[in-house]
């Protein structure tokens, strides 16, 4: 099971001050010390490094702060504009460019991935069943990640080695060498076609495409790769195009090239081991770099999409990535009962909590990143920590910064 998964599986046991004259500023300011007070406190349990928070509205950020440090080495603060993956909520990028495609006329969810693709990919058990877009988008297609994805899909920045790594990391996941990495297509291709050096029969449920949610990196990386192929441009491009330039998130890419790489942070399997910096070879499913400042900019932009307020897609457009899409047919471990879970039910690569919160949560190598609103009362926040969490206690102070941000939400707001 992939890294992200793992510590995904932990949620679902469930930035600097504000600068003069935005929307934070108006806010009240006892409640906004009285929440960076409560945050500061928990930074000093000593279990993460650093981390960033925000809380946001359809009118803007109401709160956003940065907390401890983007480097323990030099010191430098962990601030709102401090860049870094935020793992699998990267997915929501996806489901979004998505919806643009279909807009432009570039491709329909229903479509089989076929007739995009150049080469074949079907389930060995059902091969004259076509797996469409809207089943990747759901995690429905069948398509699961097989042991390759752990060991031939992270590799180091340039310059980067493992020196000085406990050995027991490297038990779990394993970094490729720069020079070794590959693009991805080509791991699209070794990986879900049958001639494929790193191609396993486990890769595909033993279930027809469409029956059951299988939650699936490589299935997001593959509908990535399906917008590539329809809109003729890298997805990169795309995704800048339409989302990062239109919202203004300057702190935001798919890759250190991308980004201003001196505002990128450290990451950290514990606070007193960092890891080298990497990248994925799949990065549409988790190598979407931010900061907390962007995400709180992106998560308005959601807020007012669910609104029908939105900017980057249609009303209709936002209606359908908002949609529940599956049954409990389609689960065969569905907990009913977990407020942390954001698979209870799909949007087009949306999630949906038992409680009702919509948005993604995301895990990696020294990543932590939780993204949420609240339909009801229009409200979401972000987390974004440079540290696994390592241990229950860790974990337990995790959730405790994400319920606080909770109680101060509306207080913050007026």
Not at 226 to 231: D, I, K, S, T
Request: aromatic share 12%; charged share 20%.
């Amino acid at each position: 099971m992939p890294m992200r998964n793992g510590l995904l599986a932990l949620f679902f046991c469930l930035a600097g001050g504000a600068t003069p004259g935005t929307a934070q500023s108006s806010r009240p300011r006892a409640a906004q010390d009285s929440l960076t007070a409560e945050l500061t406190a928990l930074l000093g349990r000593g279990h993460f490094n650093g981390f960033g928070v925000a809380i946001v509205s359809a009118r803007g950020v109401l709160y956003q702060h940065g907390f401890g440090v983007a480097d323990a080495q030099t010191r430098r603060a962990y601030d709102v504009h401090t860049a870094q993956s935020i793992a699998s909520v990267s997915k929501t990028v996806v489901g979004l460019a998505l919806l643009k495609a279909q807009e432009l006329g570039k491709l329909q969810l229903d479509d089989p991935i076929s007739k995009y693709l150049p080469f074949p990919v079907v389930n060995p058990a059902f091969p004259d069943v076509p797996i469409t877009l809207r089943q990747l988008a759901t995690h429905t297609s069948s398509i699961r990640d097989n042991d390759f994805y752990l060991t031939k899909n992270y590799y180091l920045k340039p310059g980067q080695d493992l020196r000085g790594l406990p050995l027991a990391f490297e038990d779990v996941q394993v970094f490729v060498p720069a020079d070794s990495a590959v693009a991805l297509p080509e791991f699209l291709q070794n990986v879900l076609t049958p001639r494929g050096k790193w191609y396993q029969p486990k890769g595909f449920l033993a279930s027809r495409p469409g029956a059951l949610y299988e939650y699936s990196n490589v299935g997001t990386a593959l509908a990535a790769y399906v917008v590539e192929r329809a809109c003729g441009m890298p997805f990169r491009e795309f995704t800048a195009r339409h989302l990062t330039r239109p919202l203004r998130l300057r702190d935001s890419g798919w890759s250190f090239a991308e980004v201003n790489f001196a505002r990128c942070s450290r990451l950290y399997q514990s606070p007193a081991v960092a890891l080298p910096y990497y990248s994925l070879t799949t990065y549409p499913d988790g190598n979407f770099i931010s900061s907390v400042a962007d995400l709180g900019r992106y998560l308005r932009e959601l807020i007012r999409g669910y609104q029908g307020q939105g900017t980057l897609l249609r009303p209709d457009s936002y209606r359908e990535l908002f949609r529940p899409q599956l049954a409990a047919a389609n689960f065969t471990d569905r907990n009913e009962r977990n407020p942390y879970s954001e698979s209870y039910n799909v949007g087009i690569f949306m999630g949906f909590g038992y409680t009702g919160f919509i948005g993604h949560t995301g895990g990696d190598p020294g990543v932590v990143s939780l993204l949420f609103f609240d339909p009801k009362s229009g409200i979401g926040r972000v987390l974004l920590l440079n540290t696994n969490l390592a241990d229950r206690a860790g974990e337990a102070t995790m959730y405790k910064i994400w319920d606080t941000l909770q109680k101060y939400q509306l207080r913050v707001g007026r």
